[in-house]
């Protein structure tokens, strides 16, 4: 990095010129960063130009900027939102202190712990879309897959800033290891379940986008109004990004569904296979798997570590701020699902303990709103099906349901039960066969795969047949 003017190279708002060992860790880094880019990024188009937004600011006004580059030469910026004068700790054990601008001490491990668990998912959704390039329905989804690859590596960018200017030696290691581990690999794999899972087509991609980053929107924002104030601060500006990929995720599953409602219209069936379109069967069983995987990533229903968490002031409630209560929760309760012999009920459980079932509770609503926006699709073309998320404890590989079988609906339902109709609730073979079967690259500006409708409108304002990727 020497000789390299900062400002313009690495849009920050930290004053990094100023923080020369800082810069230092950086210049270590960022080779490594790069080298891993080239080699687990975006396969096959290092060299072309898209037409991306960058971060350069974190006015509301005017926080990016649109214009074509080759994704390795990328600005990467580092932005925390504007600090709050006189910002406290709104929860926990430390409810009304002055926010913390410096690592606690007696939080250093656990804190680290948080950060390097939220900044590992970033590199590794990377990974697990590199090849998708290959096989895009349009150059406008092309575009906003690279735009959600190049904005999870400034995420990645912003705990690794985050891990280097406050942990010292420990921080600079961990920052490696977030480029060491690799999605899937059976040596080093990510640390969360999901980000082993394979994204292999564009149903896939778009229900990652949907799920799995709404996820990291609750992450974000239970980080967000942590007590360690430069944390809260990257959480909120990270924030702002990813809402964008959430929103790549929804249009994309309502332009699937829109374009399979006009071939069922069409031809009077409901088997629009054999017309190279997703069937809506298909697409609740994908639903399926994406959603139960996503509802792992909130962890077990009881957690002492999210009650730690939560008292340290460390990692507060889906906007926090907004409860009305006292804030420490040590005499309050929550309903949380539970197993009762062969059925599901709820029972009341310490509220500190079930934070996580708090948090996944927020997250199934805000998943159903967009559910409801697909049916309404649906309904307007006057098609009597619904499509549904599956009930919280079916197909989970963690917490209170993870040795039980339990069906879409809510059943528990024997071995014998589950070994004959699995193939109805979660994608087959014959499944993922046909859906790669339609995964054939179109490439030409303003034109879409059959199995996927045209978006509304373009982006920043460009037409739909704007050139997004340069191919040439």
């Given at each position: 990095m020497a000789g390299i003017d900062y400002v313009e190279q690495i849009p920050n708002n930290v004053n990094l010129h100023e923080n020369r060992r800082l810069l230092r860790a950086l210049e270590d880094w960022q080779p490594?960063?790069?080298?891993?880019?080239?080699?687990m990024g975006p396969h096959g188009y290092q060299a072309k130009e898209v037409y991306l937004r960058t971060a350069i600011s974190v006015d509301a006004?005017?926080?990016?900027?649109?214009?074509?580059?080759?994704?390795?030469?990328?600005r990467w910026g580092i932005f925390l939102a504007e600090p709050e004068a006189g910002r406290q700790i709104n929860f926990g054990d430390h409810q009304g202190s002055p926010a913390w601008q410096e690592v606690p001490?007696?939080?250093?491990?656990?804190?680290?712990?948080?950060?390097?668990?939220?900044?590992?998912?970033?590199?590794?959704?990377?990974?697990q879309q590199r090849h998708l390039g290959r096989t895009c329905p349009s150059l406008y989804d092309l575009r906003n897959l690279f735009q959600v690859n190049v904005e999870e590596g400034r995420h990645l960018w912003a705990m690794v800033y985050i891990l280097d200017a406050h942990f010292g030696r420990d921080g600079r290691e961990e920052s490696e290891a977030l480029l060491q581990r690799r999605s899937g690999d059976a040596d080093k794999p990510r640390i969360l379940g999901a980000f082993n899972e394979k994204t292999p087509d564009w149903l896939s991609f778009f229900l990652f986008c949907y799920f799995t980053d709404r996820d990291g929107?609750?992450?974000?924002?239970?980080?967000?109004?942590?007590?360690?104030?430069?944390?809260?601060?990257?959480?909120?500006?990270?924030?702002?990004?990813?809402?964008?990929?959430?929103f790549v995720g929804e249009t994309g599953m309502g332009r699937i569904v829109q374009r399979t409602c006009e071939l069922m219209r069409e031809h009077k069936t409901d088997d629009v296979r054999k017309?190279?379109?997703?069937?809506?069967?298909?697409?609740?069983?994908?639903?399926?798997?994406?959603?139960?995987?996503?509802?792992?990533?909130?962890?077990?229903e009881i957690s002492t570590n999210a009650a730690n968490f939560y008292t340290m002031g460390l990692k507060g409630r889906f906007e926090e701020t907004k409860k009305r209560d006292d804030h420490r929760l040590k005499d309050a309760t929550y309903s949380v699902a539970e197993l009762n012999g062969d059925r599901i009920t709820t029972r009341e459980e310490a509220a500190l303990l079930s934070l996580n079932e708090r948090l996944r509770d927020d997250y199934v609503a805000d998943c159903n709103r967009g559910l409801a926006r697909w049916n309404q699709i649906i309904k307007s073309h006057g098609i009597d099906v619904e499509l549904t998320l599956p009930h919280r404890g079916f197909h989970r590989a963690i917490g209170a349901f993870a040795e039980v079988k339990v069906s879409p609906d809510g059943r528990v339902v024997s071995e014998a039960e589950w070994d004959a109709k699995h193939h109805q609730w979660l994608p087959t073979e014959d499944d993922k066969a046909y859906v790669a079967s339609l995964m054939q690259p179109v490439t030409e500006p303003g034109k879409f795969a059959n199995w996927i409708a045209p978006p509304a409108r373009g982006i920043n304002g460009q037409p739909v047949d704007f050139e997004y990727v340069r191919l040439g």
């Open positions: 490594k960063f790069l080298e891993w880019w080239k080699d006004q005017g926080w990016a900027k649109f214009g074509y580059v080759r994704m390795p030469e990328y001490g007696e939080y250093r491990g656990v804190l680290r712990r948080l950060i390097v668990t939220q900044g590992d998912t970033e590199p590794a959704s990377v990974e929107k609750y992450q974000l924002a239970s980080l967000a109004e942590s007590g360690f104030d430069p944390l809260s601060r990257t959480c909120r500006f990270m924030l702002t990004e990813e809402a964008h990929h959430m017309f190279g379109g997703l069937d809506l069967a298909t697409i609740q069983r994908y639903i399926n798997f994406h959603c139960s995987v996503s509802l792992d990533l909130f962890g077990s």
